[in-house]
């Protein structure tokens, strides 16, 4: 079974902190992605990662910065937390050239 | 930007009935796959439909695609109060180089 776990479950940031959301599987699938999820709007690809130590933006990059060292880990940086960025964060990771995308559990970042 | 919307966006049923669910999508795909989020969950993927398929079967689920439409149904049979959940379709756009594009979800109550 492909496993995703991410860092938190819940995180309570104040404005202008640097967040960073954890995300690592365990089945050596060279692509991950972070999502964020809001009511009402679905998911939305925030970065996404082909393999290790490369990025590329998604739909909402602004704000956001990702870090892929190591092919099991993808962070998400926060640089400077805003309260506009409270929101589910969700990780996925996918085997490449596979269709499916297997998620973690999310971490719901509120910055007060 | 939001390729999938789907319809409704809350269903509230008994157990033993028929939930349906309809996603539009805008522009030519590979692939369309369903998803289900248990409350304050991840993602798992329930199903896969390819673009020169019509419908598919997996135990109780049955999607259907409709490429001239750009339309997609998900019917889940005889329902049971732990399909109560989230339900996403997600797009694999020709021309996405294997990102999705997740729509709003329609969010199914099931009671006993």
């Known amino acids: 079974d492909v496993k995703v776990t991410q860092s938190s479950r819940y995180l309570v940031k104040r404005t202008g902190e640097k967040v960073f959301l954890e995300c690592v599987q365990d089945?050596?699938?060279?692509?991950m992605f972070w999502y964020r999820q809001d009511p009402g709007l679905g998911l939305r690809l925030i970065y996404f990662s082909y393999d290790v130590k490369m990025k590329e933006k998604g739909d909402i990059p602004e704000g956001y910065s990702v870090s892929r060292e190591k092919k099991e880990r993808f962070s998400l940086i926060l640089e400077s937390a805003s309260t506009n960025q409270t929101s589910m964060y969700l990780c996925a990771s996918r085997l490449q050239g596979a269709d499916e995308q297997y998620f973690g559990p999310g971490t719901r970042l509120t910055v007060t | 930007s939001q390729q999938g919307e789907e319809d409704p966006q809350a269903l509230s049923i008994q157990e033993g009935e028929n939930a349906t669910m309809n996603c539009s999508y805008k522009?030519?795909?590979?692939?369309l796959q369903w998803y289900r989020q248990n409350s304050g969950r991840g993602l798992v993927h329930l199903i896969l439909i390819r673009s020169n398929e019509r419908e598919k079967h997996s135990g109780r689920l049955r999607v259907t695609l409709d490429t001239s439409k750009k339309s997609s149904s998900l019917l889940i049979t005889a329902s049971r109060a732990a399909d109560t959940a989230s339900y996403f379709c997600a797009t694999d756009a020709t021309d996405s180089w294997g990102k999705l594009q997740f729509g709003a979800g329609t969010q199914v109550v099931v009671t006993p």
């Open positions: 089945m050596d699938h060279e692509n």
């Open positions: 522009t030519s795909i590979n692939n």
